[in-house]
C-alpha cells in the first residue's frame, strides 16, 4: 500500500491504530527483531545456543529440587516433561514482558530523533522472545522423544496456538508496561519483581490442583499465562483440570490486551517529550 | 500550484516543571495528586504561531539563534511530537534528517548498519539493495563493509550515515544540522549532494547555524526568535535580518535571562570600546556580569567562532589554576582578558557558557560578535593574505645557513 501522499499533522491525532501503517512499516518489525537477535548473540562462543540451554538448565534445576526433593506431582506426566513444557512458554511470556516494558526506554535515542509506528518497538522485542521460544521447541521436541511420551496428534494446531496466545498475552501486558515506563521510570524496578511473582503465581512448576483452595483458584487464574500453559500441556494428557479457569484466564487476556493497546495509543505521541 | 507543505499557525506548549529530569518519579505523582502546592509547573511556549508555506522544488531554510524553536519546529515536522495548536498539510512524503545514523548499532557490521538506518528513514528493502553500492561509494569505506561499526573512526561512521541519507528520495527533505559534524571536505561533498537533490525538484528544509550553507542551498528562509516567526522571504534578506537582529554591534550586550536556571550572566561588555572593532594584534577585553541565587564560584567559558561556523577559540576558568579557587558570589564581574588574540580579518562570534565549579547553566550561543581589521602590523607594508586562515600565530622565526 503506497503512503498517502496528503496528510495533516495536528494536535488530534490520537486514539485511532493506523493498522495501514503498521502494514507499511513491516520491514521494520524484520529489521528490529533481526538486529535485536543479533545483538543478543554477538561474541559469545555458544551463540543462538543460549536459547536452548537457558529453559534446558532451568528445567534440571527444578527437576532436582521440585521433583525429587520436594516431591511436587505432576500428573501422568514425567516432572521433567512437565516443567519444561512450563518453561518453554513461561519462557516466552518473560524475557519477552522483560524487553518490550524496557524497549521504550531503550531506544529512547531512535524515538527521538525519528517517526516511525512506537508499536514496532515492543512488538519487535517480543518477535525475539518468540524467536527464542522456537528455538527451545526443537529441544522439546527431542525431549519427548527421549521420554516416549505419547502426544495426541491435534498438539499441531493446539502448540501454535498456544504460543500465539502467549505472545498476545506478552504484547498486552508488554505494551502497556513500556507506555508506563517512559513515563514513570518507577517501572524499572517493578517489572523484574511482577515477572517473579507471577512465576509463582502461574502453575508453571506445579500443578493448579496443589492449590485446594477452588477461590484461590480463580484468583491465580486471572494470570495471563495461566491458559497458555494449561492449554500447552493438555495434548500431553488429554485432560485438563476445569475449563472455567481457562476461559478466566483467556478473559483477563483480552483486557489486558485492551487496556496496554488503549494506554500505549493514548500517550504514544508524547514518547519523544518524555523519553 | 499548491504549496507542497503548509504550516498553520502552529504552536508547542511545553509544561515546565522545577524538578530535576525530564520525566516523573510515580511518588512525584502521587505526591502532586495529595498536595496543595499546584504551582510548580509552569507553561512554555516553544513555538507561537508559526506559519509558513513551502512550493514544491523550492528551498527553505529555517534559521534563528539556540531557543528560537528550530528544533520543536523540526520535531513537529517530522511528526515525532504533536503540535498543540495549529496543523501542518503536507502533499508529499517528508523524510526527516534530525541527526545521522540514527540507529546505528556499534555491534553490527557497515553493512547491516547500512539496512538498518535506510529502513529506519523510512527506506524499503528493496529501495536499499538498488542503491547499496552507490551508497557504499559514495561513503568510502567499502573495505569496512564487514567489520562491525565498532572499530571504525568516527569520521567513518559519519561517512556512512549520511551516505545513507543521501540515497533518501522523499518528496521533501527536513535536514538539521548535520553538516555541523565532519571535515570540510566531506561537509563540501555533503552540500554538494544536497544542492543535487534541490535542483532535481525536491523540496528541502534546511535548518543551520551556518549562513553560508543557507544562503548557498536555500531560495528562501524564515527567521523564528523566541518561538515565533517574524520574518520570512529571500534568503539574503532573511540573514540579514537575523545578523542585524541577532549579532547586535553594541559594546554592552544584555544577555537573554535563561527560563529556570540559578544563576545567570546578565551582561557582555566589549571593555573599553565604542564599538566591537579590534585592529589586528590587538589585545581584546571581555567582561560579563553575572547573577546567582546562591553564592557560586562563577565559572564562564567562550567560544570564538568565526562567521560561518567554524569554533576557533575555547576557554574557561573552570579548568584553569588562577588562585581565586575560593572566591564566591552572588552577582559580580568577570573579567576575560583574552589578550593579543591572533585573529585575521574578518566577523567573528563569540559564544558564552557560564555555571559553578561543577556544571553550566546558562549557555547562550552566538552571543555576540565582533570585528578585527587588518593594519600593518610591524610596518612592512605588507599585509598577510586574507583568507589563509583565521588564526595567525607569532611564530618565532630564527634563520641559520
Known amino acids: 500500500m503506497p503512503e498517502p501522499t496528503e496528510f495533516t499533522i495536528d494536535a488530534s491525532r490520537r486514539g485511532v491504530f493506523h493498522f495501514s ?240 493497546a488503549v494506554y500505549f495509543k493514548r500517550t504514544e505521541d508524547f514518547f519523544a517529550d518524555f523519553a | 500550484m499548491k504549496p507542497i507543505l503548509e504550516v498553520d499557525h502552529v504552536g508547542k506548549k511545553y509544561r515546565i516543571s522545577h524538578r530535576a529530569g525530564p520525566y516523573l518519579s510515580f511518588r512525584e505523582r502521587l505526591w502532586h495528586t495529595f498536595s496543595f502546592d499546584k504551582t510548580e509547573a509552569e507553561d512554555f511556549w516553544a513555538l507561537r504561531e508559526v506559519s509558513f508555506s513551502v512550493m514544491p522544488g523550492e528551498s527553505m531554510g529555517i534559521i534563528g539563534r539556540n531557543g528560537a524553536g528550530k528544533s520543536t519546529l523540526l520535531k513537529i515536522l517530522s511528526k515525532i511530537t504533536p503540535p498543540t495548536t495549529g496543523r501542518i498539510v503536507s502533499r508529499g512524503r517528508i523524510a526527516s534528517l534530525l541527526e545521522v545514523g540514527t540507529g546505528f548499532h556499534p555491534e553490527l557490521t557497515g553493512r547491516e548498519n547500512v539496512f538498518l538506518n535506510g529502513s529506519l528513514l523510512g527506506m524499503k528493502r528493496k529501495e536499499i539493495e538498488q542503491k547499496f553500492d552507490e551508497i557504499v561509494a559514495f561513503s568510502g569505506v567499502e573495505k569496512f563493509l564487514d567489520t562491525p561499526l565498532k572499530h571504525y573512526s568516527s569520521g567513518m561512521q559519519l561517512r556512512l550515515a549520511f551516505a545513507v541519507a543521501a540515497f533518501l528520495e522523499p518528496e521533501i527533505l527536513i535536514i538539521d544540522e548535520v553538516l555541523a559534524v565532519g571535515d570540510a571536505e566531506f561537509q563540501k561533498k555533503c552540500l554538494g549532494k544536497m544542492e543535487d537533490v534541490s535542483k532535481s525538484g525536491r523540496t528541502i528544509l534546511f535548518v543551520s547555524h551556518n549562513m553560508a550553507a543557507v544562503e548557498n542551498l536555500c531560495d528562501r528562509a524564515v527567521l523564528l526568535e ?27 550586550i544584555k544577555l537573554p535571562k535563561p527560563l529556570d536556571a540559578h544563576a545567570w550572566l546578565d551582561t557582555l561588555t566589549f571593555a573599553d570600546r565604542q564599538e566591537p572593532v579590534y585592529y589586528f594584534g590587538e589585545s581584546i577585553v571581555l567582561r560579563a556580569t553575572y547573577v546567582s541565587e546562591k553564592e557560586i564560584h562563577p565559572c564562564l567559558g567562550m567560544v570564538v567562532s568565526s562567521i560561518d561556523g567554524t569554533k576557533l577559540i575555547n576557554a574557561n576558568n573552570r579548568y584553569q589554576k588562577d588562585g581565586q579557587e575560593t572566591f564566591r558570589g552572588t552577582t559580580g564581574t568577570i573579567t576575560c582578558q583574552l589578550g593579543a588574540v591572533p585573529l585575521m580579518e574578518g566577523k567573528y562570534t563569540v559564544s558564552l557558557f557560564f555555571g559553578d565549579e561543577k556544571s553550566d547553566t546558562h549557555i547562550i550561543e552566538q552571543a555576540a560578535t565582533f570585528e578585527v581589521k587588518e593594519r600593518d602590523l610591524w610596518g612592512t607594508k605588507k599585509t598577510p593574505p586574507r583568507k589563509a586562515s583565521y588564526l595567525w600565530w607569532p611564530v618565532q622565526f630564527t634563520l641559520t645557513n
Open chain 2, 226 to 252: 523566541g518561538g515565533q516567526h517574524i520574518f520570512a522571504g529571500p534568503v539574503a534578506d532573511v540573514i540579514e535580518q537575523y545578523n542585524s537582529r541577532n549579532l547586535v554591534s553594541q559594546t554592552e
Open chain 1, 21 to 260: 501503517e503498521l502494514w507499511r512499516y513491516r520491514e521494520l518489525f524484520f529489521f528490529f527483531t533481526w538486529r535485536d537477535i543479533k545483538i543478543k548473540y554477538k561474541q559469545t562462543v555458544l551463540g543462538f545456543l543460549w536459547a536452548i540451554l537457558q529453559p534446558l538448565l532451568m528445567m534440571v534445576i527444578f527437576t532436582f529440587f521440585f521433583g525429587r526433593a520436594l516431591n511436587i506431582p505432576s500428573g501422568n506426566l514425567p516432572y521433567p516433561i512437565y516443567v519444561f513444557s512450563g518453561l518453554l512458554v513461561w519462557n516466552l511470556f518473560s524475557s519477552g514482558l522483560t524487553s518490550a516494558a524496557n524497549s521504550m526506554v531503550s531506544n529512547a535515542p531512535i524515538i527521538k530523533k525519528i517517526y516511525f509506528p512506537r508499536l514496532v518497538i515492543p512488538i519487535s522485542s517480543i518477535l525475539v522472545a518468540l524467536f527464542d521460544t522456537l528455538m527451545g521447541f526443537v529441544l522439546f521436541a527431542l525431549l519427548l522423544i527421549a521420554y516416549q511420551q505419547p502426544v495426541f496428534w491435534w498438539a499441531v494446531l493446539v502448540w501454535p496456538m498456544c504460543i500465539l496466545v502467549g505472545a498476545l498475552a506478552t504484547l498486552g501486558l508488554g505494551v502497556w508496561l513500556s507506555a508506563l515506563n517512559v513515563k514513570y521510570r518507577d517501572f524499572r524496578y517493578v517489572i523484574p519483581f511482577l515477572v517473579q511473582v507471577l512465576f509463582f503465581l502461574t502453575p508453571v512448576i506445579y500443578p493448579i490442583t496443589l492449590i485446594d483452595v477452588p477461590a484461590l483458584q480463580y484468583a491465580l487464574a486471572l494470570s495471563p499465562m495461566y491458559a497458555v500453559v494449561e492449554l500447552f500441556r493438555y495434548p500431553l494428557t488429554g485432560q485438563w483440570h476445569d475449563g472455567w479457569l481457562v476461559a478466566i484466564s483467556l478473559g483477563a487476556n483480552v483486557i489486558f490486551l485492551l487496556i496496554g
